[in-house]
């Protein structure tokens, strides 16, 4: 957590306030307890930091909700106080599992269904909130992000629109194009990476689990995760290849090229433990015909670790794909609704966020630099240290 023995010198922006949706309610009252908890071990170290008004409280999270009418339209209503709070907005995009009734009929909420009620929440608040500022673990749209032929750019119109609205600093985790930040160039947008958090949930989870070049290698699935794989094995000290996706630019299945095959390139695999590290599991068929791939080259297991576990088709392949051994684990967050069925999984380990977010939470609202959190590098060594003795 942030270094407390300042704070009386450095003054929050605002009063802290969470405002929780539905689809991010057990996160953010998860986030919710370390603040309470770090805040209050901070006022019996520091007795300054309680005269602030509002630090030290019982809970920072707000009451809202956006109710429906019968036909599907929505409201957002916040029944507590707002006016000069420094206000975090939590949301998950992409949780399915919550629904809402349109003339009798039940509808999943979509995507869009969750960041329309996340304007109506900012809605609410704009005009009295000192600061607006948006916790969208998985980037709306974010794989939208790029204009090819004919084609809309709905994750930079979705940024543009939260800005206008009010927004000043938008908190993500591995967007899938970073750059996409572009779109506001004047307004705050940052993107932090669990690598720490992949490793310590291995560390805990694989026995015998060793970290050198001998025995570890890291495998990026595509292009687009290079920059991932290359971090990880960097920090690591262990070699890396990568998978390229040869695909059929001849035709176009549900909107997309199809992928004719993964080649790959690097060093061998053979009697090593591989990491396969991207920012999400979609349907999981790429990422298990890697996995297939690395294993039938010689590799001794296979952990997948991404930070967002979508699993869109279901368990069923990758139950299957575990038989067989050609997964050992799969490591996700907690940032994203998880179905109940993959917790009973004995492939499936989860790496914890909590904390991680409460810090950069903590961080923002005493305007605090977020360098050391954005780069994970020092915690990774003292972990390395820790194991290696």
């Avoid at 707002?82 to 907005?89: C, E, K, N």
């Avoid at 109506?120 to 794989?143: C, D, H, Q, W």
């Avoid at 591995?174 to 990476?193: C, E, K």
């Avoid at 949930?201 to 687009?224: K, R, Y």
Wanted: proline share 4%; glycine share 6%; aromatic share 8%.
């Amino acid at each position: 957590m942030p270094d407390f023995n300042k704070m009386e010198h450095i003054l929050p922006v605002g009063t802290l306030k969470i405002a929780a949706l539905e689809s991010c309610r057990e996160l953010g009252e998860a986030v919710d307890r370390c603040l309470v908890s770090s805040r209050q071990k901070a006022g019996q170290k520091n007795p300054a930091v309680t005269k602030i008004p509002g630090y030290v409280s019982d809970s920072y999270l707000l009451d809202c909700h956006c109710p429906r009418f019968g036909t599907g339209e929505g409201k957002g209503h916040i029944n507590d106080s707002v006016r000069g709070a420094d206000l975090y907005i939590l949301v998950d995009v992409c949780n399915y599992s919550l629904t809402y009734t349109v003339c009798g009929h039940e509808n999943h909420m979509s995507p869009d269904n969750h960041y329309q009620d996340l304007k109506r929440i900012i809605s609410a608040a704009t005009g009295k909130a000192k600061r607006i500022n948006v916790v969208m673990p998985f980037l709306y749209e974010g794989r939208q992000h790029k204009r090819t032929k004919r084609e809309s750019l709905d994750c930079s119109l979705a940024l543009q629109e939260l800005v206008d609205m009010g927004v000043s600093n938008i908190i993500t985790f591995d967007a899938h194009d970073p750059r996409v930040q572009n779109a506001i160039p004047l307004s705050g947008f940052d993107s932090f990476m669990p690598t720490y958090q992949f490793l310590k949930a291995l560390l805990d989870s694989v026995e015998d689990f060793v970290i050198d070049n001998d025995h570890l290698m890291i495998i990026s699935p595509d292009e687009g995760a290079m920059s991932r794989a290359v971090y990880f094995s960097n920090i690591l000290g262990v070699d890396m290849g990568m998978f390229y996706k040869r695909r059929d630019y001849s035709t176009i299945v549900n909107g997309k090229n199809p992928i004719v095959a993964h080649e790959f390139l690097g060093d061998s695999v053979k009697g090593k433990d591989v990491i396969v590290v991207d920012d999400m599991i979609s349907s999981g068929d790429s990422m298990l015909d890697v996995a297939k791939q690395i294993k039938e080259r010689g590799a001794k297991r296979v952990f997948v670790c991404t930070t967002f576990g979508l699993f869109t088709d279901g368990f069923s392949k990758f139950d299957d794909y575990y038989e067989k051994g050609y997964i050992t684990k799969v490591v996700t967050t907690n940032l994203n609704y998880r179905h109940p069925d993959l917790f009973t999984k004995p492939y499936y380990a989860e790496a914890d966020m909590t904390q991680f977010l409460a810090v950069i939470i903590e961080s923002l609202n005493h305007d605090e630099t977020l360098s050391k959190v954005e780069s994970p590098t020092d915690k990774i060594n003292k972990l390395l240290t820790k194991v290696r003795r």
